[in-house]
């Protein structure tokens, strides 16, 4: 089953989409990766999902990638005797270390890591930013705060700290039991959350092992400052929009979203875009004109991803929201403009044999006009090179092993196809040749371009590129670096 896109779609599993037939419709509409939210739901209902998808892939026989998003450490207030009070601007509110139950004058936070980062004149955001405290004086155990923005605040609404550090770690005791739940269950990504600096991705990478890849979430303005080194430390990067603007002004998010993604694409490093894409479809069968644009505008920057969060797992409409997902991201694709707003950040390749024959690949393909580039890899570092390149053909990924395969489904423009490796150079353009042929990216006579590495088999080793007509004989015998 071919996509006629490049951009890929991700779409979180939950309520409204529990079922077999749900699942399936999802991944023909145009889902990619299937997103597991470790913030709701049972592990029971987790194993499910995770096994509904898996019985997808083996029915249509493509493989198909599960990300795990782990909660984080989310910080909130307790709760109030009433359920719920009533802040005026101007009034003063005490946050007191403890869960003895609030009132109008103040509410508990059972959070110390709070109090040890709090300095007078810091900003408290509860409720996702609808109220919003100034800190006048502050202990180890209290805060005498202002209110700036007044607002009702019922029971446990979220807090944020917007430009302090927390001395708290980034996998919580609830995330290494889900994580050690997860990786049980096989799955190929991993969400990190509240990420505040690269020491939090290099803890991570000691409990997730090396075939299951990380996706570091950004979702703290505090981790703007240190991006390139996040990015470097990273499999994969999220702009997770919703959590990031309650800290951001509204006007500060579009240029962070276009700075990260920048960053992402000049390291080679998928990006997803995340949040409230088409939040009115939560309600509605089709979503408004500035939601349409901003899908849009994602796609118009090269984002490799695009993803559904409540849309899909507890909206009305989650085969809706998929399909005009798919419908947009197809028509920027096809509009003449798309290649010069992709190509215009375009890096140029590292001094490595590798980098030199995928450049290669993406200029005979545009030379030749080919069917598509079919590339051999095992690790999946080379699809990851062809991919960077943001090619007008699309990439087809041939390799031996399935965790790879489904690891790539993330990947901008790439199709895998988990396949024995190739024997030798003959079998190389057989194989290259009967699977493009296979699955509909090139028509008998069609010129393919073929990356590979030999020895075959060897990761890292990329460096023989050769010309192949589908259905015919080699035009060219090709070259080896």
Same mark, same amino acid.
């Given at each position: ?20 037939? +749900? ?300 399909? +005009? ?157």
């Amino acid at each position: 089953m071919r996509r006629h896109r490049r951009a890929k779609i991700v779409a979180t599993l939950g309520p409204s989409s529990t079922d077999a037939s +749900m699942v399936r419709a999802l991944f023909e509409t145009g889902v990619d990766v299937f997103r597991l939210n470790f913030s709701h739901g049972s592990h029971a209902e987790h194993r499910a999902r995770h096994a509904l998808v898996r019985a997808v892939e083996a029915e249509v026989g493509r493989p198909i990638g599960i990300l795990v998003d782990l909660q984080g450490p989310k910080l909130r207030i307790g709760t109030f005797r009433g359920g719920e009070a009533a802040l005026a601007r101007g009034q003063r509110f005490t946050l007191a270390l403890g869960d003895a139950p609030g009132d109008g004058s103040g509410v508990g936070v059972p959070h110390p890591q709070v109090f040890e980062a709090l300095l007078p004149g810091a900003e408290v955001l509860l409720d996702d930013g609808k109220v919003r405290l100034a800190v006048i004086d502050c202990g180890p155990d209290r805060a005498e705060t202002e209110v700036v923005t007044p607002g009702v605040l019922s029971d446990r609404k979220g807090l944020n700290l917007p430009g302090v550090t927390l001395p708290i770690d980034a996998v919580t005791a609830k995330d290494r039991d889900d994580l050690a739940f997860a990786l049980g269950l096989g799955v190929d990504w991993v969400a990190l959350s509240f990420v505040q600096g690269p020491e939090d991705i290099a803890a991570a990478r000691r409990l997730v092992p090396h075939d299951v890849a990380i996706v570091t979430k950004l979702e703290k303005p505090r981790a703007l400052d240190c991006l390139e080194e996040i990015v470097a430390l990273s499999d994969a990067i999220m702009v997770a929009r919703g959590d990031l603007g309650v800290e951001l002004a509204p006007e500060d998010v579009p240029a962070a979203q276009k700075r990260i993604v920048r960053a992402a694409r000049g390291a080679g490093k998928p990006v997803v875009i995340a949040t409230q894409m088409l939040d009115s479809m939560m309600n509605a069968p089709a979503p408004t004109r500035a939601e349409a644009s901003d899908v849009a505008t994602a796609v118009y920057d090269g984002a490799d991803a695009l993803m559904l969060s409540g849309e899909s797992a507890a909206g009305r409409y989650p085969r809706e929201a998929t399909a +005009m997902m798919n419908r947009i991201i197809e028509r920027v694709e096809h509009d003449d403009a798309y290649r010069r707003h992709v190509h215009w950040q375009q890096q140029d390749p590292e001094a490595t044999s590798a980098d030199a024959i995928t450049a290669a690949a993406r200029q005979v393909a545009e030379t030749l006009d080919a069917a598509s580039i079919v590339t051999y890899t095992t690790s999946g570092s080379t699809a990851l090179r062809a991919a960077r390149e943001r090619p007008p053909a699309p990439i087809l990924v041939l390799t031996p092993n399935l965790g790879t395969a489904r690891r790539l489904a993330l990947l901008w423009g790439v199709h895998c196809i988990h396949t024995e490796d190739a024997t030798g150079f003959t079998d190389m353009v057989e194989k290259a040749c009967a699977h493009a042929l296979d699955s509909g990216h090139a028509a008998p006579g069609a010129r393919i371009v073929i990356t590979a590495g030999v020895p075959f088999g060897t990761p890292g080793t990329t460096n023989a590129l050769r010309i192949a007509r589908v259905g015919g004989a080699r035009e060219k015998t090709g070259t080896r670096a």
